[in-house]
């Protein structure tokens, strides 16, 4: 049994910073690509970065490429999303998932519940 969950989101000003966890049990998440995405309201949704098993190679949304990192501590079974200069549209519930190393959000077997970031102007 995989699960995933999701700290440290909450509410931050323009041009803060929040980093997020994922904390993930089961013995397969620790050999598998991860990653998040976020979902506003009305919104399908989207995705923001992934890592590989490893953490040896990292693929980004073009909305948040040098501005987001996406990094794992396999001893820690942790995945984390260091997210700076914020801005109101990254307002999102954030999810972080488990399964192939994909953009596709179909592709992932496993999520966690979510966790708010709301960013204020």
């Known amino acids: 049994q995989v699960q995933l969950v999701e700290s440290g989101g909450g509410l931050v000003q323009a041009g803060g910073s929040l980093r997020l966890s994922c904390a993930a049990s089961g013995r397969t998440v620790s050999s598998s690509p991860m990653g998040w995405f976020r979902q506003a309201p009305g919104k399908e949704r989207e995705f923001v970065a992934a890592v590989t098993w490893n953490g040896g190679s990292t693929r980004y949304a073009d909305s948040v490429r040098g501005r987001f990192t996406i990094s794992r501590d396999t001893a820690k079974n942790t995945m984390y999303l260091q997210m700076n200069s914020l801005k109101p549209e990254d307002t999102a519930v954030y999810y972080c998932?488990?399964?192939?190393?994909?953009?596709?959000?179909?592709?992932?077997?496993?999520w966690g519940q979510g966790t708010q970031v709301t960013v204020s102007s």
């Open positions: 998932a488990a399964g192939p190393y994909s953009n596709s959000a179909r592709n992932y077997n496993y």
